[in-house]
Nanobody, 124 residues
């Protein structure tokens, strides 16, 4: 059984940083893309960053240069380091696992398991 549990959300001022964690069970990192998505109020879900089975990252253009996705294979934790946060980054952030090795274009349709989400609020 796959379980994903996010933590680390909170409220931060613009320009600040947060690190999200996703504790994972039932997924072998080396075989699956693991990714972060977000959904702001009233907006569609957006792929933010992912790591394919080999550890190669993919980022949305909106977060390139500011966010870093990483993983700890031994602890089975996926991380999202978010720097230089903007008000537009405010959203519920979810981690998800894909059925396949590659992350593709971070299209949520190809991700089968999801965490419950953690709220990130960035204030001006």
């Amino acid at each position: 059984q796959i379980e994903l549990m996010e933590s680390g959300g909170g409220s931060v001022q613009a320009g600040g940083s947060l690190r999200l964690s996703c504790a994972v069970s039932g997924v072998t990192f080396n075989f699956h893309c693991m990714a972060w998505f977000r959904q702001a109020l009233g907006q569609d879900r957006e792929g933010v960053a992912g790591l394919d089975g080999g550890g190669t990252p993919t980022y949305a253009d909106s977060v390139k240069g500011r966010f870093v996705v990483s993983r700890d294979n031994a602890k089975k934790i996926l991380y999202l380091q978010m720097n230089t946060l903007k008000v537009d980054d405010t959203a519920v952030y979810y981690c998800a696992s894909s059925a396949g090795y590659n992350c593709g274009t971070l299209n949520g349709r190809y991700f089968k398991s999801w965490g419950q989400g953690t709220q990130v609020s960035v204030t001006s």
